[in-house]
């Protein structure tokens, strides 16, 4: 009979937890297309006025195409109202956003925000907060003043919204180039998001990115706004919890349709940054965050201990697995996306995102966050 050693208990253990950790994000994120998917698919004649939140420090460069793609939406041009909030910007954003102001001036508005004392309210937050405070409609949708939106993307995140019961929506979001360390963000954030919508469908808010979501104004209001919210340098991951914790419901849709497009970072500077943010906002997750990392852990122990007592089943083992749990991940969503055709960049992805969880520890060493040309 064949016996297998402590060792290789534990290396397949890892092999093991790995793999449930697949199959719970697969499993989650298959549910959350078919709630979205019903949703989106049925005949709605609610359309509501909504108001497009669009935080904006020195983005001359693309807040214009970022208002051109939100001026190009389907939704009812007379429901449908912009809020551009220049964030102390020193370039010519604040000139850019006053023409469009000019040429649309029942559609697009702009407003600074004042100087706040609250700790919770620094940085985008006190952007963020100021704009919704000025909302007088139902939803309010979030973006970015570097990214920009599909056609259907108001109408889809209405009727998401619009759902009784659902106070929070969320969609994906893509860089658009197509260099190859480009692909490679691409590859990060479309697994993240995947990730974080399986995790939603089944009751656990892992994240979502501020550049892609909606709220209800309602419940907005009744949390307290993020005045009310523990300051986070991933406000976004704050306001999911705080929503999630008040027991309302929050679609996370994996469509083509709630697609935002954002651009690459060009330096490893400040892809760096944008991880370390990341990795410190998680920290926020509490327990769950203890959870997935040791679900990324059982991954390296299990390759680890088989290669160290030379058992290359073990190492081929929990390779396969890792292999094909993050693949189907990404498929999932890049078939959703209308993104097949980076399929082929799956197995370089999945080294990409093993290559990250090397560094992630180091980062923490790093107590103040810098993003945007500010420290937290």
Known sequence: ??????????????????????????????????????????????????????????????????????????????????????????????DIVAEYERQYPNRVRSISPEMSESAALRGKTRALHAGLMCV?????????????????????????????????????????????????????????????????????????FGNNIGINMHVYRELGGYPNIPFSVTEDLALLQSVAKRGYQIRYAPSYRLKVETGALHTLRAFMHQLHRWTTGGQGLGWRAWIFVLSSVSFFVAVGVSALVQWWPGVVLACGIRLLGDATILFMSMRWLNLLKYTILTPVGVLFFICLEFVVPFLLFKRRVEWKGRTF
């Open 1 to 94: 009979m064949f016996e297998l050693t402590l060792w290789q208990c534990i290396a397949l253990i890892g092999c093991l937890v790995y793999l449930i950790r697949s199959l719970f994000f697969i499993v989650g994120l298959a549910k959350q297309r078919r709630q979205c998917q019903r949703i989106l698919n049925s005949p709605s004649e609610h359309m509501p006025a909504v108001t497009v939140v669009v935080p904006a420090r020195n983005e001359e460069h693309s807040i214009g195409t970022c208002l051109d793609s939100l001026l190009k939406s389907d939704y009812p041009t007379d429901k449908l109202n912009i809020l551009v909030v220049n964030d102390e910007s020193t370039d010519r954003t604040g």
């Open 136 to 208: 007088n409609t139902e939803f309010a949708l979030m973006t970015d003043a570097d990214c920009t939106v599909t056609k259907e993307w108001v109408t889809g995140m209405v009727r998401l919204l619009s759902e009784p019961g659902v106070a929070m929506a969320c969609g994906f979001t893509v860089v658009r180039e197509s260099t190859f360390p480009a692909l490679m963000q691409l590859m990060e954030w479309l697994f993240n998001h995947s990730l974080a919508s399986g995790g939603v469908a089944l009751g656990h808010p892992l994240g979502c």
